[in-house]
């Protein structure tokens, strides 16, 4: 899961992504990164630790870190939330297998649409809206990838 600075966004797709793994059972990994490293080493933003916790999840134990090359080869899909990370992610691919694998996770449930999860990080009530687009879009990440 990747964003701008990796304290609103991709956080809470992560921390919600992971939810819904372990209630599938799922033996899948996740991790969320930033295409910046302007907060590496530090918490997600207050205002999304505290969107999830109203939704019974705790994400303030995350760290955020800048997305490195080695992304491509540790995870089968990456996910971003805007086109400018999509542009910012795929600028570090270096051949198609690599580009394959980066996908706008808004196109799980709007597909072919290229739609953004708007940043929240000017916006205070941006949050709720943010939580609810990645909770149907990791919904749709997990029908996609569960075999069987
Ligand atoms: P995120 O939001 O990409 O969803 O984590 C932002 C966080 C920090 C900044 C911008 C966006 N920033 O400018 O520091």
Same mark, same amino acid.
């Given at each position: 899961m990747v964003c701008l600075g990796n304290i609103c966004r991709s956080p809470l797709a992560h921390g919600i992504l992971e939810a819904k793994i372990a209630e599938q059972g799922l033996d899948w990994t996740v991790d969320s990164a930033g295409t +910046? =490293?302007?907060?590496? *080493?530090g918490p997600p933003d207050g205002r999304s630790v505290q969107v999830a916790k109203k939704y *019974?999840?705790? @994400? +303030?134990g995350q760290h955020s870190r800048q997305f490195r090359h080695y992304d491509f080869e540790a995870f089968d899909a990456i996910y971003v939330m805007d086109r400018s990370n999509l542009a910012n992610v795929l600028a570090l691919a270096i051949n198609d297998e690599e580009r394959a694998?980066?996908?706008? @996770?808004?196109n799980e449930i709007?597909? =072919?649409?290229?739609?953004e999860v708007p940043d929240p990080y000017y916006d205070d009530n941006g949050f709720e809206e943010v939580y609810a687009m990645l909770d149907k879009a990791c919904d749709s990440v997990i029908s996609r990838w569960k075999v069987g």
């Open positions: +910046s =490293g302007w907060h590496a *080493g *019974g999840l705790d @994400i +303030s694998k980066v996908y706008m @996770i808004l709007y597909p =072919g649409q290229n739609r």
